[in-house]
């Protein structure tokens, strides 16, 4: 099964209290609150996604988080890679693959078409995107219009 982690489902989770209070500074312990997370694992998140520059640290007395950018301009890819590294569906989906049988392997090609299907997928959703909760009674799914075209 496919699944992202706890703390990149938790980072979906702190960025979306950052983008409903846009231009605010928040500290960890407010985010905490807000999210209803625990103190230590909005820390734990906040590292990799300053690293990422998704959010901006900002020192001092007043000092705390906000993100880098509008909320529009940050998408669920650049999330997930924030908190797991690259997006690879396979170990063949990685450029630089350690995989054995890569050289005579009939199924690479395909399983990096599914790759970055689900790249693209995670690219075109933002952050104000998840904003807006799924409506009661509404389907659960949601479509996401992707294209995907052989070179």
């Known amino acids: 099964m496919l699944r992202i982690t706890k703390l990149t489902d938790y980072a979906t989770v702190v ?3 950052l983008a409903t209070r846009a231009g605010e500074i928040l500290s960890a312990a407010e985010l905490a609150e807000c999210s209803g997370l625990e103190p230590p694992t909005v ?12 959010v901006e640290g900002l020192r001092g007395v007043r000092g705390g988080y906000r993100l880098s950018r509008g909320a529009s301009a940050i998408s669920l890819f650049e ?10 569906m396979t170990e063949c ?3 630089e693959s350690q995989c054995g049988i890569a050289d005579k ?5 395909n399983w990096r078409l599914i790759n970055d299907v689900v790249a693209d997928a995670l690219r075109n959703v933002s952050l104000a995107q998840m904003l807006h909760p799924v ?4 389907s659960r799914r949601r479509s996401i219009d992707i294209r995907v075209t052989s070179n």
């Open 79 to 88: 999330i997930v890679e924030a908190m797991e590294g690259p997006l690879a």
């Open 135 to 138: 409506a009661a009674g509404a």
């Open 15 to 17: 960025l979306t209290v």
């Open 43 to 54: 820390s734990k998140l906040l590292k990799p996604l300053a690293q990422a520059g998704l």
């Open 93 to 95: 989906s990685l450029h």
């Open 105 to 109: 392997c009939g199924v690479r090609g």
